[in-house]
């Protein structure tokens, strides 16, 4: 039964992907892309938002799923200052951070952790985070078909396995998207008040009964 556990728990560890990045609508085109693109091609998506629970620490939580992710994405193209507080956000730098942490300093499983970062521009991350200027960063240029092409080839690259192209999932992405009002209809939900896990479930049937 241990056995049986542990090698479920490493099924799990490689097959999820830790996306970190901007919950705000602005950015909800992307996140939604982004999070199609990894089911799509045969992982798990997960992020803060899977969980709702007032009763935990929110950068616990944050480090739970970390930990239980080999793969992370973090987009650090969401930089502007807060029209209130005149501050930017800097929840996925440090997200970012704790993931490199953890492959640097955890133990042999989570070493083997890879992460994909991006940006919206080739090098414009240098100008607020120079210090991970010797690390290989993507541009998706604010575009969905980018990020979801840069995405797949990442995914492709790091697990070895042969996943259909980028134009191939955007296309789908795209008649999901058309399909999407009709499937929220039936399962009597609003587009609007998705949640997470309601869009992560959705898109998982979806691609399942699409083949």
């Known amino acids: 039964m241990a056995a049986a556990r542990r090698n479920k728990n490493s099924r799990e560890y490689y097959s999820s992907v830790f996306i970190n990045c901007p919950?705000?609508?602005?950015?909800?085109?992307?996140f939604r892309a982004i999070?199609?693109?990894?089911?799509?091609?045969?992982?798990?998506?997960r992020c803060a938002q899977e969980i709702d629970d007032g009763g935990e620490v929110r950068i616990e939580k944050?480090?739970?799923?970390?930990?239980?992710?080999?793969?992370?994405i973090h987009d650090l193209s969401r930089?502007?200052?807060?029209?209130?507080?005149?501050?930017?956000?800097?929840?996925?730098?440090?997200?970012?951070?704790?993931?490199?942490?953890?492959?640097?300093?955890?133990?042999?499983?989570?070493?083997?952790?890879?992460?994909?970062i991006l940006d919206r521009k080739q090098y414009r991350?240098?100008?607020?985070?120079?210090?991970?200027?010797?690390?290989?960063?993507?541009?998706?240029?604010?575009?969905?078909g980018e990020a979801i092409r840069v995405t797949r080839d990442w995914l492709s690259t790091s697990s070895g396995k042969t996943i259909p192209?980028?134009?191939?999932?955007?296309?789908?992405?795209?008649r999901f998207g058309g399909e999407l009002p009709s499937l929220c209809r039936t399962l009597k939900l609003e587009g609007p008040e998705l949640t997470f896990n309601d869009y992560a479930n959705i898109?998982?049937?979806w691609v399942a009964a699409s083949g």
């Open 23 to 30: 919950f705000d609508a602005a950015y909800s085109g992307l």
């Open 35 to 45: 999070t199609f693109a990894v089911i799509h091609c045969g992982f798990r998506a």
């Open 62 to 72: 944050i480090q739970r799923i970390i930990e239980a992710c080999r793969c992370g």
């Open 79 to 116: 930089t502007e200052l807060d029209k209130v507080s005149k501050l930017p956000r800097f929840n996925m730098p440090l997200e970012l951070g704790l993931f490199l942490g953890a492959k640097r300093f955890g133990f042999p499983q989570q070493r083997r952790k890879v992460c994909l």
């Open 125 to 144: 991350y240098q100008q607020f985070i120079s210090d991970i200027s010797g690390q290989d960063i993507r541009t998706h240029r604010a575009r969905e």
């Open 165 to 174: 192209g980028g134009a191939h999932i955007y296309r789908q992405y795209s």
């Open 203 to 205: 898109v998982t049937a």
